[in-house]
Protein backbone atom coordinates (compact mmCIF):
# COMPACT_ATOMS: atom_id res chain seq x y z
CA UNK A 1 0.00 0.00 0.00
CA UNK A 2 2.81 2.23 0.82
CA UNK A 3 4.39 1.50 -2.46
CA UNK A 4 1.81 2.64 -3.87
CA UNK A 5 1.44 5.74 -2.41
CA UNK A 6 5.39 6.45 -2.64
CA UNK A 7 4.77 6.22 -6.46
CA UNK A 8 2.32 8.44 -6.95
CA UNK A 9 3.98 10.88 -4.96
CA UNK A 10 7.25 10.54 -6.84
CA UNK A 11 5.31 11.18 -9.74
CA UNK A 12 4.45 7.60 -11.05
CA UNK A 13 8.23 7.16 -12.37
CA UNK A 14 9.19 3.94 -12.05
CA UNK A 15 5.02 2.44 -12.00
CA UNK A 16 5.72 1.38 -15.97
CA UNK A 17 2.41 3.92 -17.07
CA UNK A 18 3.13 7.44 -18.00
CA UNK A 19 0.23 9.74 -17.92
CA UNK A 20 1.85 12.49 -19.69
CA UNK A 21 0.04 11.07 -23.18
CA UNK A 22 -3.34 10.62 -21.52
CA UNK A 23 -3.81 14.53 -20.46
CA UNK A 24 -4.20 15.99 -23.87
CA UNK A 25 -6.74 13.55 -24.61
CA UNK A 26 -9.30 14.47 -21.02
CA UNK A 27 -8.28 17.64 -22.19
CA UNK A 28 -10.13 17.24 -25.89
CA UNK A 29 -12.84 14.63 -24.74
CA UNK A 30 -13.83 17.93 -21.85
CA UNK A 31 -14.00 20.78 -24.92
CA UNK A 32 -16.12 18.07 -27.32
CA UNK A 33 -18.70 17.39 -24.49
CA UNK A 34 -18.74 21.40 -24.01
CA UNK A 35 -19.04 21.66 -27.71
CA UNK A 36 -21.77 19.17 -27.74
CA UNK A 37 -23.92 20.66 -24.97
CA UNK A 38 -23.24 24.09 -26.36
CA UNK A 39 -24.59 22.50 -29.81
CA UNK A 40 -27.32 21.04 -28.40
CA UNK A 41 -28.46 24.09 -26.69
CA UNK A 42 -27.97 26.23 -29.77
CA UNK A 43 -30.17 23.39 -31.86
CA UNK A 44 -33.06 23.66 -28.85
CA UNK A 45 -33.12 27.27 -28.84
CA UNK A 46 -33.63 27.28 -32.64
CA UNK A 47 -35.80 24.78 -32.38
CA UNK A 48 -38.00 26.84 -29.94
CA UNK A 49 -37.69 29.96 -32.43
CA UNK A 50 -39.12 28.05 -35.46
CA UNK A 51 -42.17 26.57 -32.99
CA UNK A 52 -42.74 29.93 -32.45
CA UNK A 53 -42.52 31.42 -35.69
CA UNK A 54 -44.43 28.62 -37.20
CA UNK A 55 -47.18 29.19 -33.90
CA UNK A 56 -47.52 33.08 -34.79
CA UNK A 57 -47.89 32.12 -38.66
CA UNK A 58 -50.46 29.55 -37.67
CA UNK A 59 -51.99 32.25 -36.03
CA UNK A 60 -52.10 35.02 -38.25
CA UNK A 61 -53.27 32.60 -41.15
CA UNK A 62 -56.14 31.65 -38.97
CA UNK A 63 -57.11 35.33 -37.98
CA UNK A 64 -57.27 35.53 -41.57
CA UNK A 65 -59.01 32.88 -42.16
CA UNK A 66 -61.77 34.06 -39.92
CA UNK A 67 -61.56 37.94 -41.13
CA UNK A 68 -62.27 36.63 -44.78
CA UNK A 69 -65.46 34.24 -43.38
CA UNK A 70 -66.94 37.34 -41.19
CA UNK A 71 -66.20 39.68 -44.54
CA UNK A 72 -68.20 36.95 -46.59
CA UNK A 73 -71.03 36.86 -44.41
CA UNK A 74 -71.26 40.35 -43.45
CA UNK A 75 -71.64 41.10 -47.37
CA UNK A 76 -74.04 38.38 -48.37
CA UNK A 77 -75.97 39.59 -45.07
CA UNK A 78 -76.05 43.10 -46.33
CA UNK A 79 -77.06 41.73 -50.05
CA UNK A 80 -80.08 40.09 -48.26
CA UNK A 81 -81.17 43.56 -46.36
CA UNK A 82 -80.56 45.52 -50.33
CA UNK A 83 -84.14 43.84 -50.84
CA UNK A 84 -85.85 45.90 -48.26
CA UNK A 85 -86.51 48.46 -50.61
CA UNK A 86 -87.25 47.53 -53.74
CA UNK A 87 -89.85 44.49 -51.83
CA UNK A 88 -91.20 47.47 -50.27
CA UNK A 89 -91.96 49.70 -52.91
CA UNK A 90 -93.20 46.79 -55.21
CA UNK A 91 -95.50 45.89 -52.58
CA UNK A 92 -98.04 48.36 -51.57
CA UNK A 93 -99.06 48.52 -48.32
CA UNK A 94 -101.60 48.95 -46.41
CA UNK A 95 -103.24 46.92 -48.72
CA UNK A 96 -105.85 48.66 -50.97
CA UNK A 97 -106.36 46.53 -53.88
CA UNK A 98 -104.86 43.13 -55.94
CA UNK A 99 -102.01 43.07 -57.98
CA UNK A 100 -101.62 43.40 -61.30
CA UNK A 101 -100.54 40.34 -63.12
CA UNK A 102 -97.53 42.91 -64.02
CA UNK A 103 -97.11 43.87 -60.65
CA UNK A 104 -97.24 39.94 -58.99
CA UNK A 105 -94.32 38.59 -61.47
CA UNK A 106 -92.49 41.48 -60.08
CA UNK A 107 -92.86 40.96 -56.70
CA UNK A 108 -92.56 37.01 -57.53
CA UNK A 109 -89.29 37.99 -59.22
CA UNK A 110 -87.80 39.92 -55.90
CA UNK A 111 -88.93 36.82 -53.91
CA UNK A 112 -86.98 34.75 -55.64
CA UNK A 113 -84.21 37.42 -55.37
CA UNK A 114 -84.90 37.14 -51.65
CA UNK A 115 -85.04 33.23 -51.33
CA UNK A 116 -81.38 33.10 -53.08
CA UNK A 117 -79.89 35.87 -50.90
CA UNK A 118 -81.14 33.96 -47.85
CA UNK A 119 -79.58 31.07 -48.98
CA UNK A 120 -76.41 32.11 -49.78
CA UNK A 121 -76.12 34.54 -45.84
CA UNK A 122 -77.73 31.27 -44.41
CA UNK A 123 -74.21 29.39 -45.71
CA UNK A 124 -71.87 32.31 -44.78
CA UNK A 125 -73.01 32.20 -41.50
CA UNK A 126 -73.18 29.06 -40.96
CA UNK A 127 -69.10 28.88 -41.89
CA UNK A 128 -68.77 31.69 -39.75
CA UNK A 129 -71.09 29.05 -36.74
CA UNK A 130 -67.71 27.12 -37.64
CA UNK A 131 -64.69 29.58 -37.20
CA UNK A 132 -66.34 30.57 -34.21
CA UNK A 133 -65.27 32.03 -31.34
CA UNK A 134 -68.67 31.49 -29.62
CA UNK A 135 -69.86 34.91 -29.00
CA UNK A 136 -69.14 35.34 -32.79
CA UNK A 137 -70.57 32.33 -33.70
CA UNK A 138 -73.94 33.33 -31.53
CA UNK A 139 -74.40 36.35 -33.52
CA UNK A 140 -74.26 34.64 -36.96
CA UNK A 141 -77.12 32.19 -35.43
CA UNK A 142 -79.29 35.82 -34.60
CA UNK A 143 -78.25 36.60 -37.92
CA UNK A 144 -80.08 34.01 -39.64
CA UNK A 145 -82.89 34.01 -37.40
CA UNK A 146 -83.59 37.57 -38.19
CA UNK A 147 -83.63 36.99 -41.98
CA UNK A 148 -85.48 34.22 -41.66
CA UNK A 149 -88.03 36.15 -39.88
CA UNK A 150 -87.75 38.50 -42.56
CA UNK A 151 -88.24 36.35 -45.64
CA UNK A 152 -91.38 35.00 -43.85
CA UNK A 153 -92.66 38.48 -43.11
CA UNK A 154 -91.70 39.45 -46.99
CA UNK A 155 -93.81 36.18 -47.93
CA UNK A 156 -96.90 37.20 -45.87
CA UNK A 157 -96.76 41.11 -47.25
CA UNK A 158 -96.89 39.35 -50.80
CA UNK A 159 -99.55 37.18 -50.07
CA UNK A 160 -101.75 39.97 -48.82
CA UNK A 161 -100.87 42.47 -51.52
CA UNK A 162 -101.47 39.49 -54.22
CA UNK A 163 -104.93 38.56 -52.77
CA UNK A 164 -105.96 42.35 -52.21
CA UNK A 165 -106.31 41.75 -48.38
CA UNK A 166 -104.97 42.73 -45.44
CA UNK A 167 -103.08 39.75 -43.63
CA UNK A 168 -105.47 37.40 -41.22
CA UNK A 169 -102.75 38.48 -38.66
CA UNK A 170 -100.88 42.11 -38.76
CA UNK A 171 -97.51 42.08 -40.60
CA UNK A 172 -93.90 41.94 -38.66
CA UNK A 173 -92.45 43.69 -41.79
CA UNK A 174 -91.33 46.82 -40.39
CA UNK A 175 -89.95 45.05 -36.87
CA UNK A 176 -88.11 42.08 -39.27
CA UNK A 177 -86.45 44.86 -41.21
CA UNK A 178 -85.10 46.56 -38.36
CA UNK A 179 -84.24 43.65 -36.27
CA UNK A 180 -82.19 42.81 -39.63
CA UNK A 181 -80.31 46.08 -39.25
CA UNK A 182 -79.87 45.72 -35.79
CA UNK A 183 -78.27 42.23 -35.52
CA UNK A 184 -76.04 42.99 -38.65
CA UNK A 185 -74.33 46.09 -36.50
CA UNK A 186 -74.00 43.85 -32.99
CA UNK A 187 -72.16 41.31 -35.39
CA UNK A 188 -69.91 43.81 -37.21
CA UNK A 189 -68.95 45.50 -33.86
CA UNK A 190 -68.62 41.88 -31.91
CA UNK A 191 -66.69 40.90 -34.69
CA UNK A 192 -64.29 43.77 -35.03
CA UNK A 193 -63.41 43.13 -31.36
CA UNK A 194 -62.37 39.61 -31.77
CA UNK A 195 -60.61 39.99 -34.71
CA UNK A 196 -58.57 42.82 -33.09
CA UNK A 197 -57.74 40.74 -30.18
CA UNK A 198 -56.95 36.96 -31.18
Sequence with gaps: MNSIGAALAAGGKGTGFDWTPVWPLVGVVVAGLFALAGHSMVQRATRGQAEAQTARDLSKWHRELRRQSYVDCIVAYERLRDMIVPLSRAIPWPVSRSLTSEEAAQVEA????????????????????????????????????AAADFRQAADERARAAGAGEPPAQPTTWSSSAEKMNDELESFIELAGTVIAVD
Design 110 to 145: LLVTLGERYDEAFQKCQIVRLEGPGSVADAAQRLIF
